[in-house]
């Protein structure tokens, strides 16, 4: 992903360094206690799931613990949640959990919002474009939306609690190309290169006296010793090659052939493959990443099954929302819905065409964010080449054509058939590949890829289905970008009467389910906690 593309990512870093602090204070508060909680918890749930809802409002409340979440006290009210995404099944599997009476709205024929994974049988819709038909073979399926999760992540608290199955996300893969400026080389290439061309100039500088001001005599010891092994230098200091880069013959019985190289420093630099080899640095792209056995939307699957299915209408859209004294009204296609809360999971984009009496503040706030367009193909081939021929197992291949990126499948290795990821962009690249068919899609993505693996990249293709995020309908975007994480996202962080809001677009995780997730923990945490305390 380049730069800037996840929307006000130098915001969110600011951000995050002024939450650090004060994120780790609260952190060990709400840890406090979790013993004497635990009992509680258990009992509620167990309560649940005997169908013993409990009636009465407990008046004792207990901040929820990080992880494992579980609302303390128990409360009667009925909430009505817009949308049946990742941000609403988890509003309504936290609030089930605490005995409230909970019914989703979802105006797509089915729940996920954009966890959504495609199979044969699968039909997508797209807003202005023809429909396809999913063709995949058995067992072959496509992660149209999310595809990676982050350790540190609450989605796989999730996973853990809905007993969904994971497995590793290979995220960053040596093996894997990198394809700038018209040229292919192998990831580890290119790092090999470039840390060693750079180990090398800061070990000459430092060895020639240049950093003397800077750096003590133990100082430039300890640095020359690290930049030994992190350019793979020689006893003069220079980089001239190392076997990091790779062999065109693999070593066996015999030594193995070197691959050519490198090439000088000057043409190093000129290959411009800085952000190609940088991009799993991330504290979000770091390795390991994980994803759910047998496609994304297992999570969706078990967080409806917690919920209950009976719960969620779909077909549902949302055509009025009218906050009161005593509750919320919402009128959709089919009818019109009184509950005493209502937590709005949908884009602010569409949000904010429904007419609603929540208040200019609220209006304005959500005109702020703006959608961003995506985009991702699937393309089913016979053979998994990429495994047999180019040893790639997992990863992603970084480039700079259209395309952005190529997604090799981190699951069902050795299978005979498989699914690559033959696009994954976002913004301009998102947009013109969204305005063709979907056969020039897969037309365009094929000639693409093919200046990375050659021919064989346009054979054996045995079908294909691409999601243009910005056509879907009901969601309208990949995800949103704030201009400013302002007062008017503040604002939207608030209920506007019985109306909370909630969703990926309202936290500093814009583009991830964990962004849903911690979203729909803080609103149900909010709502509880006046429900509680309301006479
Ligand atoms: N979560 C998305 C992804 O992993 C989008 C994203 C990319 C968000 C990079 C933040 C950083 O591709």
Redesign the pocket.
Not at 509 to 513: D, H, K, P, R, V
């Given at each position: 992903?380049a730069d800037g593309?996840?929307g006000g990512?130098e915001a969110v870093k600011e951000t995050r360094k002024g939450a650090g602090k004060g994120g780790a204070l609260t952190r060990r508060g709400l840890l406090v206690g979790i013993g004497a909680a635990g009992g509680a918890g258990a009992m509620y749930a167990a309560m649940g799931a005997l169908g013993l809802a409990p009636t009465g409002q407990d008046k004792e409340f207990t901040p929820p613990r990080e992880g494992d979440f579980t609302l303390r006290g128990k409360a009667s009210a009925s909430v009505v949640i817009l949308g049946a995404g990742v941000a609403g099944l988890t509003a309504a599997y936290e609030l089930g959990k605490a005995g409230y009476d909970c019914t989703l709205l979802e105006a797509r024929p089915k729940a996920g919002g954009r966890n959504l994974t495609l199979r044969g049988g699968d039909r997508v819709t797209e807003l202005n474009g023809p429909a396809q038909d999913v063709t995949f073979g058995e067992g072959v399926y496509f992660n149209a939306g999310?595809?990676?999760i982050a350790p540190w992540m609450v989605t796989l608290d999730y996973c853990r609690e809905l007993g969904v199955p994971i497995e590793t996300f290979v995220?960053s893969n040596a093996a894997a190309y990198v394809h700038v400026n018209g040229k292919t080389m192998r990831a580890r290439t290119a790092r090999a290169d470039m840390y060693g061309y750079v180990a090398e100039l800061l070990a000459k500088a430092t060895d020639t006296g240049a950093l003397d001001r800077t750096l003590t005599r133990d100082d430039k010891e300890r640095l020359l010793e690290f930049l030994r092994r992190f350019g793979d230098l020689g006893p003069r200091l220079d980089y001239t090659g190392s076997d990091r880069r790779g062999f065109a013959e693999w070593p066996a019985v015999g030594a193995g052939t070197p691959l050519d190289g490198p090439g000088t420093l000057r043409q190093v630099l000129a290959a411009g493959t800085g952000r190609a080899i940088t991009n799993d640095f991330?504290f979000?792209?770091a390795t390991p990443?994980f994803q759910p056995v047998g496609g994304m939307d297992a999570i969706v699957t078990a967080l409806q099954k917690a919920v209950g299915t009976d719960r969620i209408k779909t077909g549902a859209k949302v055509t009025k929302i009218t906050t009161m004294d005593d509750g919320v009204e919402v009128a959709y296609t089919g009818g019109v819905m009184k509950a005493d809360y209502c937590i709005a999971t949908l884009p602010p984009h569409i949000l904010a065409r429904i007419p609603h009496n929540l208040g200019p503040q609220v209006t304005s706030a959500l005109a702020k964010p703006t959608p961003v367009a995506?985009g991702k193909i699937g393309l089913e081939y016979a053979t998994r080449w990429w495994e047999r021929e180019d040893r790639i197992y997992g990863g992603v291949t970084e480039t700079d054509l259209d395309i952005t990126h190529i997604w090799y499948p981190s699951h069902d290795y050795h299978a005979e058939r498989g699914l690559l990821v033959g696009y994954?962009n976002?913004g301009p690249e998102a947009e013109l590949y969204g305005a063709l068919s979907p056969e020039d899609r897969r037309r365009r993505a094929l000639t693409q890829g093919k200046k990375i693996h050659g021919e064989k990249y346009r054979q054996n293709v045995l079908s294909s289905a691409s999601v243009a995020w910005h056509r879907q309908e009901h969601i309208e975007g990949?995800?949103v970008r704030w201009p400013a994480f302002d007062s008017s996202f503040t604002l939207l962080q608030r209920p506007a009467g019985r109306v909370y809001f909630a969703g990926d677009w309202l936290t500093h995780?814009?583009?991830?389910?964990a962004g849903a997730m911690e979203s729909a923990r803080a609103v149900v945490t909010k709502l509880h906690q006046r429900v509680l305390q309301s006479p």
């Open positions: 992903m593309e996840t990512k999310p595809g990676r995220n991330g979000e792209q990443m995506a994954y976002t990949g995800w995780l814009i583009a991830w389910q």
